[in-house]
Nanobody, 123 residues
């Protein structure tokens, strides 16, 4: 059974940094891994994604230059390094996985989801 587990959320002041981790288990074939976030009253939105076999990445415009997605294939773990955090980055951050390419930042393109980890940025 595929499992996706996030960790690393917390509270930070604007301008600070956080690193989120996502451990995937239950399968080893190539897949895409993505980070999504959802603020209260808003739709879930894609933040960053990575194709694990090649390391290719994609980012939402709102986080380009501030967030970095990376992976450690030996640990089946994906990270999201978040720098220069802004109050608008506050939300519940989810990690997701799927074996199909495409729909990189579309929640509908991911079939396996974690429970989410809260990120709160105070201004």
């Amino acid at each position: 059974q595929v499992q996706v587990v996030e960790s690393g959320g917390g509270s930070v002041q604007a301008g600070g940094s956080l690193r989120l981790s996502c451990a995937a288990s239950g399968y080893s074939y190539r897949r895409k891994m993505g980070w999504f976030r959802q603020a209260p009253g808003k739709e879930r939105e894609g933040v960053a994604a990575i194709w694990t076999s090649s390391g290719s990445t994609i980012y939402a415009d709102s986080v380009k230059g501030r967030f970095t997605i990376s992976q450690d294939n030996t640990k089946n773990t994906v990270y999201l390094q978040m720098n220069s955090l802004e109050a608008e980055d506050t939300g519940l951050y989810y990690c997701a996985a799927d074996p199909a390419a495409g729909s990189w930042l579309d929640p509908a393109g991911f079939g396996y989801w974690g429970q989410g980890t809260q990120v709160t940025v105070s201004s």
